[in-house]
């Protein structure tokens, strides 16, 4: 069966601090994998997704970058984090060719004081 | 994609089935519709979709209307556990939409002892 984990689980760093988030996939291969965003009381944003390795498509211009550089890991970094980067983050993946069913992750909870 | 409407929240007894409705009077001939539930602070799980005919897995059952424009999730025996937002999404399955999930404001559903 498949799986997806991502760490780390909750996150405190400064303003203008480096950020790295890690998601890996088991049990599948070429997955489309995805991060997305949900801010306190709002909806799911949709970050960063990625088709293949290398293969990044960015949804919205932001602090953040993506990068995919083996088959089933999926990594969100910044370089200096803003006070807006505060959120619960979530990788997810689906099928190549069956976009519309995501199996999300646990989340990683960033706050940025 | 098609906008849905869904009310903001509603309750239901243990054992009891809760049926969520979803509005999507604009939905086109190759949108499916798609339901994901989260639970607090957990990420949003997939449940079901389908396009015209009524599915059925072991999660849930969803009755979508003839004319496509409103559908039903049913959970046939509600859980303390099935307490959780619950989304529904209108979307075509595959394409170049590439997993972007337009994620509403949902339905909180309370299932009570």
């Known amino acids: 069966s498949q799986t997806i984990h991502q760490w780390p689980a909750t996150l405190v760093q400064p303003v203008g601090s480096p950020l790295s988030l890690e998601c890996t996939v088991e049990g599948t291969s070429n997955p489309n994998l995805y991060w997305y965003r949900q801010a306190a009381g709002r909806g799911l944003q949709l970050l960063f997704y990625?088709?293949?390795?290398?293969?990044i498509s960015s949804e919205v211009p932001q602090n953040l970058s993506a990068s995919r550089p083996q088959d089933r890991q999926f990594i969100l970094s910044s370089k200096k984090l803003l006070l807006s980067d505060s959120g619960f983050y979530l990788c997810?993946?689906?099928?190549?060719?069956?976009?519309?069913?995501?199996?999300f992750g646990e989340g990683s909870r960033l706050t940025v004081l | 994609d098609a906008k849905t409407t869904q009310p903001p929240s509603m309750d239901c007894a243990e054992g009891r089935a809760a049926n969520l409705p979803c509005n999507h009077s604009?939905?086109?001939?190759?949108?499916?519709v798609y339901w994901y539930r989260q639970i607090h602070s957990q990420g949003p799980q997939y449940i079901i979709h389908?396009?015209?005919n009524n599915e059925t897995n072991e999660m849930a059952s969803l009755i979508i209307t003839e004319d496509r424009k409103s559908s039903t999730l049913i959970l046939p025996h509600a859980t303390l556990r099935d307490t959780a937002v619950y989304y529904c999404i209108v979307r075509v399955a595959g394409g170049t939409s590439y997993g972007k999930l337009t994620f509403g404001q949902g339905t909180i559903l309370t299932v009570h002892p």
């Open positions: 604009t939905i086109s001939g190759n949108e499916y």
């Open positions: 990625s088709v293949g390795i290398g293969q």
């Open positions: 389908g396009l015209k």
């Open positions: 997810a993946w689906s099928r190549t060719r069956v976009t519309g069913e995501l199996f």
